[in-house]
Structure formats: structure tokens, C-alpha cells
């Protein structure tokens, strides 16, 4: 290479090399000063809060009790309903005052039934298969409770082979329920009903517990209700020959109402019958109102001679869940202190230990007819509810039965329909130490403050004769007051829980993106 093609290279690459260092440089400068923009993938403005209206209060019905076997009696699988329902509702009078609100009511399908029936407007006078009822309320301007809308059935059933005095409380739909009663020896029959009103189909999966603790039973699981059908299983399919029964129904997909029918036969001589209802009560402290004793004498007298009627005595049924700690072997001690409403009937106490996570049959004995409720503790919460007799040997049949719940406590204002059937009555237990007081009348004197006031000391009891068909209004600032119904028809009972379904507004935090 020459000297003058040197000198060329030598002064390119220094050319080249301060340009480059010059676009570095500027670079530099350039990150520092140029202008930021604060813009972030992903980030949200401020969310705003805006309130959720209350969904419509809606109700579910069974409509007719549910006869195994068909008309025949003899067709596996098959169940059909027999007979109408006494509907028995409350439907707001504040209803026909406010813009676009009304009361819809719409018939639902039952198992293998595709038949669809068109929606009406108002509460039916009876219904035969299951039955929506809905408060529409566009505007969410009314106050939801059992003043807005409560609905309960009744039907007498007096064949050859179905007896008895069956009464429901109309459900809102859950995806929860509990089940305190049932029976599926020889001789008994039940039937857990369960319908779908929603727009989704359902699944249900039942876990059953009996003395022993769970039972295992692999067709209890999976169980699909279709949206607005209704599924009848015969629980004796899967839980043979148990006596001491509790259940618990949990659903995925639509929300569910449901109820447990249970049915006596004794040979060719029906024994009566019972809607259970979903049991709402778990707590140390529970109390079971309506123990109305009726035909003691006449159930002994038979018993002596016919053992297969021993079951138509009082008996206290006790569930305890497992709870954290809890072995096989743990235990709860569990008191029920039986009250009656007069000096007359003195009532007794009975105490226990129980196993945890097993159902326990306890039977209440020396008591003569009359009124009583039960008041039950635990030193760990519990679920119970007593089975209650009648028996008249001078009818035939002759005896029937119905399942007592835990009572809500009534503070606030309840109110509820009473049955135009049959003779009713409010049983009332007060489970505070000291006296309270509620006014029980028409909601015109409720509202208005002149409703008879009933005082109730502590640990007291009363029962109260009610008109039939009449709408009834509670109101107390107590929360230890506890109620049921009790309805006699012919030698036959039944019984109603007062409760008040509401669904509850909300405030939502709403950011768009």
C-alpha cells in the first residue's frame, strides 16, 4: 500500500468514528430530554359505586303430594300427583299502587312432563303441580319480607293408601338446604321433591347421615333438574332401611327449593303423612315451638298390642356437624328442656352426649297431652327438630304425624296467611331470661300500634288460637321469640314454619375500561 492510499484509510475510519460518536451523543441527550407519556397497559380509571336493584321476590311451591307407583300403584319409578293444594298467600296491597309492579304466577313442570302451562297473573286458589310466584318489581320500590309475599299449601290426603294432613311453606330458591327427618324402614316411604324454577338446569349432589355418621351413596351424586322440572327420588333406592336420617342438598348451576314427603303404611292401613320442610336453624341455642300432644292415651293403649305403632310418640331428633378438632370418637352434650304452657303440664329434660357427625333419636316420654315447646342447647352447634304424633283410635285411619322445626326468631314484623283449613294455632316459646312482648293482630292494628300485645315471661310458652283465613301481622323487638303453626283437620296435623324471605340490594364498584 502506498503512503498517499494510508493517509485515505486513516481518515475514513476517523470520519466514521467521530459520526458515530456524534449519534451516541445525541442519543444521550435525547433520552434525557425528551418529553414522558404516562400511559400504562392495563391500568383502570377510578371505579365508580352504583346500587344493584333486589332481585324479584319469588316463592316455589310443591303443588299435590306425590303418590309412588302411578294409578296402579305398581309402575317403578313413576310418580304422579294426586290431588290440589289449599294455596294460602299474602300478596301486598302495595302492590296495585305501584307503577308496574304485579304478581306473576307460573306452573312448573313435574318428572317426565313436557307440558307447559301459561304464566297468570295473582295467587291461585289451589294449585296440583309445582308453581312459581313472583313479585315483579321493575322499579325496586318495595320493601321485601313476608308483608310483600308469603304462601303456604295444604291438602288433606284420605285414601285407602296415602292418609294424612300435608302442609308446605313455600321456598325462595337456594342452593343450600338441610334436612332434619326421613324414614326408610319397612313400611315407610320418602321422597325428597326437588324443583328447578330457574332459567339454568341444575346439579344436585345429597349427603345423608344416620347414627353411624355419613352414609355412603354413590347414586346421590350428580343429579341433574332440568331448568323449570322437578326431580322425585325415592331416597330408599340409595338409603336402605334407615330410620335416623338428616340431609343435605347442595346445588350447582340454578338455585332449588325442595322438600322431603314422608309417608307412613302399616301393612294395608295407611299412617299418615309430611312435607318436611328445609331445616333453617344451626346454632348452640335452638328453640322448637308446636309440641301440641294430642291422643297420648289412645297411641299407648295401642302400642300395647300393635308394636308396629311404637313410632307414633314424641321424639326429638338431633343432628351435630363436624366442626374443626372433631374426631371419630368426639362428642357434644346436648339438653332440651321440655316447657309446657300451664301448671298442669310440668314437661321434662333430657340430656345427652352425642357423636359428632351422627344423626341421634331421642325419644321424649312421660309427657301428657298438651302444649309444649323445647328449648335445646349444646355446648356446639346443632340441628334438631321433633317429630310429633296424633293418634285417635276411633278413626281410620287412625293416626298421622308431622315433623316440628327450629323456629326463626321473630323479631321485626312477620306475617303469613292462616290456613282456611283445619283449626290453627300459634305456639310461641320465648327463650330469653327475662319477659318480652309482641303485638299479634291485623296489619292495620300492627301498623297502627293497637294490636293486642302478648307478654311472654322467660322460658315462657302460650299458644294462640287463630282465625281461619285471616292475615296475620307479628311484630317484637325481641330476638328470643320463636314460633310454628300447628293445623289439626280431622284427627290429622300439620305444620307451618314462619319465616321471611327477602333478597337484599347491593352497591357495586363499576370501572370501564
Given at each position: ?153 295444604l291438602q288433606l290426603q ?29 313400611g315407610r316411604e320418602a ?42 327420588l325415592p331416597l330408599a ?277
Amino acid at each position: 500500500m502506498s503512503r498517499r492510499e494510508a493517509k485515505t484509510l486513516i481518515k475514513r475510519i476517523l470520519g466514521s468514528g467521530f459520526s458515530l460518536v456524534l449519534l451516541l451523543a445525541a442519543l444521550i441527550i435525547g433520552s434525557n430530554f425528551a418529553p414522558t407519556f404516562g400511559v400504562s397497559v392495563g391500568s383502570l380509571p377510578s371505579a365508580a359505586q352504583q346500587d344493584a336493584k333486589a332481585a324479584d321476590l319469588n316463592l316455589v311451591c310443591p303443588g299435590g303430594a306425590y303418590r309412588s307407583g302411578g294409578a296402579s300403584g305398581t309402575k317403578l319409578g313413576t310418580f304422579d300427583q294426586v290431588g290440589s293444594a289449599e294455596v294460602n298467600a299474602i300478596v301486598s296491597g302495595a302492590i296495585a299502587a305501584t307503577n308496574g309492579a304485579k304478581v306473576n304466577t307460573t306452573p312448573l313442570a313435574t318428572q317426565g312432563d313436557s307440558t307447559a302451562l301459561p304464566a297468570s297473573a295473582g295467587a291461585p286458589a289451589r294449585i296440583a303441580r309445582p308453581t312459581s310466584i313472583t313479585v315483579v318489581d321493575p322499579n325496586g320500590e318495595l320493601e321485601q319480607g313476608s308483608k310483600l309475599l308469603n304462601v303456604s299449601t295444604l291438602q288433606l290426603q284420605n285414601a285407602a293408601d296415602f292418609s294424612g294432613l300435608l302442609a308446605a311453606s313455600c321456598q325462595a330458591p337456594s342452593t343450600d338446604l338441610w334436612f332434619v327427618g326421613g324414614d326408610t324402614t319397612v313400611g315407610r316411604e320418602a321422597l325428597l321433591v326437588v324443583t328447578n324454577p330457574s332459567r339454568v338446569d341444575a346439579q344436585i349432589d345429597i349427603q345423608a347421615y344416620n347414627a353411624g355418621g355419613v352414609v355412603k351413596a354413590d347414586g346421590l351424586a350428580g343429579l341433574s333438574v332440568p331448568s323449570g322440572k322437578t326431580l322425585v327420588l325415592p331416597l330408599a333406592s340409595d338409603l336402605i332401611n334407615q330410620a335416623t336420617l338428616a340431609l343435605h342438598v347442595s346445588a350447582t348451576g340454578g338455585s332449588i327449593a325442595a322438600w322431603l314427603q314422608q309417608k307412613t303404611m302399616r301393612g294395608t292401613i295407611p299412617g299418615g303423612s309430611d312435607f318436611i320442610s328445609p331445616s333453617t336453624e344451626l346454632g348452640k341455642s335452638i328453640v322448637i315451638p308446636g309440641l301440641l300432644l294430642r291422643g297420648s292415651a289412645d297411641a299407648a293403649t295401642i302400642i300395647k298390642t300393635r308394636p308396629e305403632y311404637a313410632d307414633q310418640t314424641p321424639m326429638l331428633r338431633v343432628f351435630v356437624p363436624s366442626f374443626n378438632g372433631a374426631t371419630s370418637t368426639s362428642s357434644v352434650t346436648v339438653t332440651a328442656q321440655i316447657f309446657g304452657a300451664t301448671a298442669r303440664t310440668f314437661g321434662t329434660v333430657l340430656r345427652q352426649q352425642l357423636r359428632v357427625g351422627a344423626v341421634t333419636d331421642v325419644p321424649i316420654t312421660g309427657l301428657a297431652d298438651g302444649d309444649y315447646v323445647a328449648f335445646v342447647s349444646a355446648d356446639k352447634p346443632i340441628q334438631a327438630a321433633i317429630r310429633l304424633p296424633r293418634t285417635n283410635k276411633t278413626k281410620s285411619p287412625a293416626t298421622d304425624f308431622a315433623w316440628l322445626q327450629a323456629g326463626q326468631s321473630l323479631k321485626g314484623v312477620r306475617a303469613f296467611r292462616v290456613p282456611q283449613s283445619g283449626v290453627t294455632k300459634l305456639s310461641l316459646g320465648n327463650s330469653g331470661k327475662s319477659e318480652v312482648s309482641l303485638q299479634l293482630g291485623s296489619p292495620a292494628q300492627v301498623a297502627a300500634g293497637t294490636a293486642p300485645v302478648v307478654k311472654l315471661a322467660g322460658g315462657g310458652v302460650r299458644t294462640i288460637g287463630l282465625t281461619a283465613g285471616a292475615l296475620v301481622w307479628i311484630k317484637t323487638d325481641s330476638d328470643a321469640l320463636h314460633a310454628n303453626l300447628v293445623i289439626d283437620l280431622d284427627s290429622t296435623v300439620a305444620t307451618l314454619p314462619i319465616t321471611d324471605y327477602k333478597n337484599s340490594a347491593s352497591k357495586l364498584m363499576v370501572s370501564v375500561r
